[in-house]
């Protein structure tokens, strides 16, 4: 059965880039559902609260440096949920860094499918679309 992308989840502290970010999508796909979480923590609990909800995620962008629980804290945490719920979800770290310790560090994040550098565009969003879904 193919995956289908029906529901993007954005995390990252920073309401304006949220906002740009959920044009972007809207542009790129009206019927996608968008979730905006502006903590990791906020999200990591609505990914536990929700797991059988047709609004679970199934691309999540992950911004690293966000205050709290930052988005490697939030992979160490993802790891730990149920699989069946790991499973439901594609994680890409989205991030202004251009630093290649983004691209070491990520490796041994199994369930860290892709990082892609900020601004979202919708030629990101058609490139993991064909990748993932």
């Not at 205050?67 to 770290?93: C, H, I, Q, T, Y």
């Amino acid at each position: 059965m193919e995956a289908k992308l029906r529901c993007v989840m954005l995390v990252d502290d920073n309401p304006d880039d949220n906002y740009f970010h959920q044009r972007v999508i809207g542009k790129y796909d009206r019927s996608l559902k968008v979730i905006s979480m502006e903590s990791a923590n906020e999200a990591m609990a609505f990914l536990k609260s929700n797991p059988h909800r047709e609004n679970h995620p199934d691309l999540i962008f992950l911004d690293v440096n966000i205050p709290g629980m930052n988005g490697w804290e939030f992979l160490d945490a993802f790891n730990n949920l149920d699989a069946e719920l790991r499973n439901k979800s594609v994680v890409v770290l989205l991030t202004t860094s251009d630093d290649q310790q983004i691209s070491s560090r990520e490796k041994p994040r199994k369930f860290l499918a892709d990082f892609q550098s900020k601004p979202l565009t919708v030629n990101i969003l058609q490139d993991l679309k064909a990748k993932y879904f």
